[in-house]
């Protein structure tokens, strides 16, 4: 079944009013949200005033409804005009690893590499011998050099160093970690995987994709608590950002785990839709036979694979050589035969799968698999998506609505990779790059995500990389593709009603109607009409997730 994204925004209020009737209650509403600017996300009635809580529901709309429904027992809150959207939704993030990174040393900014070793090397005084993750540095910054172990080996003679790219498809190891992990010149290049050298033959200490495995295995594992504290700190600093709702978008068990662990907890203050490694599809298949898919708190039943690695890297897989890499034109992390055996037999389970792409081989590759597993296994709701689907042939673009493929893209990318990523493809490429105009235009169902940690967890920057295409170096006022830019109504779309429906919840989630649950992210700027400038420094005042206010002061 292919899903109609006009169909369903177009639906209007009368089918979202139906399940008014269930949560009505004679008693009146709890909670008031009174003199607000609400974007509904329903296009027959774009805008009211004010919003009625029943418990977990929304159950009025407009000041007179809220005002009738009202009763001795309801708190009020005046919210003076702020601007009010369905809670946002983040469809792709790093969660566990944004969390940890939290606590680890930033170089996101680190201009030079004098800065990058500073950092490090007071990081290292600080916890001596403790290894050091995080990261997120840009190579860019500083002209395009990737960093070597030498630039911080005196600086962190005995504490281990592995801190990661932005993209997270590379790390940078000191000697002490490469010892650790035993890698030499001798240490071939996994599948899938490269181990950067020097002229010589040594270990630089770059590794891309699959080669990471060969440090992070001897890194210590976190606790259980130390995993849990780490997520309880991503989730409130989401919150803070407005965000309600995440897809965790993994290729492992271990955010997974934890989320389930915080659940049996209680509620989770923040939403989790949870994505597994798709080679390990039996094993979701197992535990859901065995107990379900959770609950709207902590959800499952998505599996997520891997075609290729990253722009940044080289490593997103093209029909042509980069332009800065003659030699070089990408690599699969996942052979064909795999990904195909896999994605046939999970879907084949009733599975939800979402797989990553960036390169437009890569992107090409996994719609034909994704159009020979349905074509072999049935009609059916499946919702296949590609994350990041960044670099499209234009002839491809139609392919997404035609063959029913959700894009799950992150606008932020497009305005930090965009001061660099002509050198990697050069200029005639770049029709299709970051298309999420066309896309939308096409027909698809699109949907945003930050990509936590490589890009900030805050909805407002994405919606503002989406709307203006301004490259984060200045360089680009106008916009970079300025074609591909979106109109505030299809940014804010982005974030909620569409990620309602790349994740089977647009039947609850995603719009502000009657008998919806009350996710609501409240904002200081109207962020539908104000400019882009305003757009830019807007700020979530508060978050309310399923009735109750998780974020903001009153």
């Keep these: 079944m292919r899903v109609d994204r006009r169909m369903l925004l177009a639906g209007g209020v009368a089918t979202m009013l139906a399940p008014w009737a269930a949560v009505a209650r004679p008693r009146g509403i709890d909670i008031a949200l009174r003199n607000a600017r609400v974007w509904t996300g329903v296009a027959a009635a774009p805008f009211t005033d004010a919003i009625g809580i029943a418990g977990n529901r929304i159950a009025a709309l407009g000041s007179d409804a809220v005002a009738a429904a009202s009763g001795p027992a309801t708190q009020v809150i005046d919210l003076d005009g702020a601007f009010v959207t369905p809670g946002m939704v983040d469809c792709h993030t790093h969660f566990l690893i944004g969390s940890a990174i939290l606590t680890q040393p930033n170089l996101r900014d680190a201009a030079t590499p004098e800065e990058f070793a500073r950092r490090l090397g007071e990081a290292a005084a600080r916890n001596p011998g403790k290894w050091i993750q995080g990261g997120n540095w840009d190579e860019q910054l500083w002209g395009g050099e990737l960093p070597r172990r030498q630039w911080i080996d005196a600086v962190t003679p005995d504490t281990p160093v592995a801190v990661t790219r932005l993209d997270l498809h590379m790390i940078l190891a000191n000697s002490k970690a490469l010892e650790l992990a035993g890698i030499t010149r001798d240490t071939p290049d996994p599948e899938g995987g490269l181990i950067i050298r020097d002229a010589d033959g040594e270990p630089t200490g770059i590794l891309k994709d699959n080669a990471k495995a060969l440090v992070e295995r001897v890194i210590p594992e976190p ?16 919150l803070r950002h407005g965000v309600t709702q995440t897809h965790t978008t993994e290729l492992d068990w271990i955010t997974h785990d934890t989320l389930r662990r915080l659940r049996a907890q209680g509620e989770t203050d923040m939403r989790f839709y949870s994505f597994v490694p798709l080679p390990e599809w039996e094993k979701l298949a197992a535990l859901i036979a065995a107990e379900g898919r959770g609950d709207d708190w902590v959800r499952w039943g998505g599996l997520k694979g ?44 009733g599975l939800h799968i979402t797989t990553h792409a960036i ?49 799950s893209v992150q606008p932020y990318h497009a305005v930090d990779d965009g001061r660099w990523a002509v050198k990697r493809i050069g200029p005639e490429r770049l029709d299709g790059t970051y298309a999420f105009r066309s896309l939308i235009d096409s027909g698809a169902t699109v949907c945003f995500g930050s990509d936590w940690p490589v890009a900030p967890f805050d909805p407002v920057t994405g919606i503002h990389a989406a709307i203006t295409r301004a490259t984060i170096d200045g360089a680009n006022p106008d916009g970079w593709l300025p074609d591909q830019k979106l109109t505030r109504a299809q940014a804010l779309t982005g974030y909620t009603r569409t990620p309602a429906i790349a994740g089977f919840t647009e039947d609850r989630l995603g719009a502000v109607a009657p008998g919806y649950l009350a996710d609501l992210s409240v904002f200081d700027t109207d962020l539908s009409q104000a400019s882009a400038e305003a757009i830019g420094r807007a700020k979530a005042l508060r978050t309310f997730v399923n009735g109750k206010q998780r974020f903001g002061e009153g």
């Design 306 to 349: 891997l075609v290729d690695g990253s722009l940044g890297s080289r490593t997103a897989l093209f029909y042509q050589p980069y332009a800065d890499a003659p030699a070089e034109s990408g690599i699969r992390t996942n052979t064909l035969e795999d990904l195909r055996r896999w994605i046939f037999a999970a879907d084949a389970a």
């Design 223 to 238: 606790t259980d608590a130390e995993r849990e504290a780490s997520a309880r700190a991503g989730i409130a600093h989401g």
């Design 359 to 407: 390169g437009d081989r890569a992107n090409d590759e996994l719609l034909d698999i994704y159009r020979d597993a349905a074509a072999a296994n049935g009609p059916r709701d499946r919702r296949f998506r590609v994350e990041h689907a960044q670099h499209i042939r234009p002839e491809s673009i139609p392919r997404f609505a035609q063959q029913g493929v959700i894009a």
